[in-house]
């Protein structure tokens, strides 16, 4: 009974720490089930169970792996702009002709340097940092372009200015 008791804390305690942070990518989700399973079996003392399953859960994830299943089709981009106020609605247009998706994360005014413009954008196919940098770059007032390729589900981000 003290197994099946491990097991359950373990598993709660898995929960209350890897679920306060954002989970991006499906298959981190995969592997937090797959240890919830593992430690259920394992406490449970069904090591034959645990082990054919973990072996059939990762053989399964190298597969969809070599696949490519589940991996984003398009690049997401976080995009920096520091420009002029109100121009707001030109660089949410420049980045349309680029993206497939513009979602503006915060505007923030700032007196003596103007405006500073989050936006989370999904580039069409074929677009790159350099081609989003170089869409927004030709807008006049703009001093400052940054843009980093959101990874998914990699916990790393790449960023180009």
Known sequence: MTGQ???FALVGLLGLIRFRTVVRDT?????IFLSIATGVAIGSDQFV??????????ALLVLLEAFKFG???????????????????????KLSEV???????SIRNVPDRGA?????LVARGGQDLASVTAAI???AGTTDVSVAALQRGKGSEMEAE
């Open 27 to 31: 298959r981190e989700f995969t592997f």
């Open 116 to 120: 500073t413009y989050v936006f989370e």
């Open 5 to 7: 008791a491990l097991a």
């Open 49 to 58: 169970a645990a082990f054919a399953g973990c072996i059939l859960i990762l």
């Open 99 to 105: 993206a497939d998706r513009v979602e503006p994360v």
């Open 71 to 93: 991996s984003p089709r398009a690049p997401s981009f976080k995009v920096k702009i520091t420009g002029t106020p109100g121009a707001f609605a030109e660089y949410r247009a």
């Open 137 to 139: 770059q030709g807008i």
